[in-house]
């Protein structure tokens, strides 16, 4: 297995058909059966289901493709690194993240960076919180925003000040939309649309004082716009971050909760991590402040 025949499979999922394929990527459709039928010897299991004039990915196929986008953005991510200039402060930062205020103190820093002569572009690699961690873990970025309990033994972490509060999101029309602020009492009883991480890490479940298996849990998200269109449909209310949906001139208003959920996301990255300079820059700024 090398570079060339991962990137020739991305393009067969991406095109599911191997003539198509090989069209785009521009060898003979003989050759490029010869490396899916080579990969598939090597790993001694199908990775195609051959259907007429298509093909899809088995489930094998699907991890491969999952695991050969990680290895040439890592490749890729590698080459930039191996090719930046050193010598002077320019250069990306990968920066993992789901939806938080915090994204926006990070680029407080970085224009910080930039307005001292450094040269930075912050990229941001979007997903939900799990996605963050494995990026993070993975080596796909340098950095990664994350809620949640952190894995010391594998990760450092700084905590940022600034807290995002949870908020209930719900129809202007609904029974509860009357009330100022609302209580575990209120919502026991409601169809709900809760945020994933804060599932797994039971902070839900110690505010509601109860096991969530035994809520009405209609739905769950990792991004915030995905909660908005789920209360849009009527699939239920949603706990979320009051600051991060964008509710005004809507249908929809935004209630707080009491007692108070406040989270703070954490910047994370691996242990014994080599940075590149602009990378290692911004994080010693963002530690010494």
């Given at each position: 297995m090398d570079l060339q025949q991962l990137q020739n499979f991305l393009i067969i999922a991406q095109?599911?058909?191997?003539?198509h394929a090989a069209e785009y990527l521009h060898i003979s459709q003989p050759a490029l059966s010869r490396q899916v039928k080579a990969l598939e010897a090597e790993f001694g299991?199908?990775?195609l289901n051959r259907e007429n004039k298509r093909v899809t990915l088995t489930n094998d196929g699907l991890l491969l493709r999952r695991r050969a986008t990680e290895i040439i953005k890592l490749v890729n991510k590698t080459n930039h690194e191996m090719l930046t200039d050193h010598t002077t402060l320019a250069g990306d930062v990968l920066l993992g993240v789901s939806e938080t205020d915090a994204i926006r103190d990070v680029g407080h820093y970085v224009h910080q960076l930039?307005?001292?002569g450094a040269q930075l572009t912050l990229k941001l690699r979007n997903g939900d919180n799990e996605a963050v961690l494995n990026m993070v873990n993975n080596g796909l970025v340098d950095l990664g925003l994350y809620f949640g309990k952190i894995d010391h033994h594998v990760f450092n972490a700084v905590e940022f000040s600034a807290p995002d509060h949870f908020g209930?999101?719900?129809?202007?029309?609904?029974?509860?939309?009357?009330?100022?602020t609302l209580t575990p009492n209120d919502l026991r009883n409601q169809p709900l649309i809760l945020?994933?991480?804060?599932?797994?890490d039971h902070s839900l479940q110690d505010w509601f004082q109860q096991d969530t298996r035994e809520l009405n849990v209609t739905g769950t998200f990792g991004m915030y716009l995905s909660a908005k269109k789920l209360v849009e449909s009527g699939l239920g209310i949603a706990l979320v971050f009051d600051d991060l949906v964008d509710y005004h001139d809507t249908e929809l208003v935004c209630r707080p909760i009491t007692p108070a959920i406040t989270v703070r996301p954490?910047?994370?990255w691996k242990k014994y991590q080599l940075f590149s300079g602009p990378a290692q820059a911004l994080l010693d700024l963002i530690q010494a402040t």
């Open positions: 095109e599911e058909n191997i003539t299991k199908p990775l930039n307005q001292r209930v999101l719900m129809p202007r029309n609904h029974p509860l939309a009357h009330k100022t945020y994933q991480p804060a599932l797994d954490h910047l994370i």
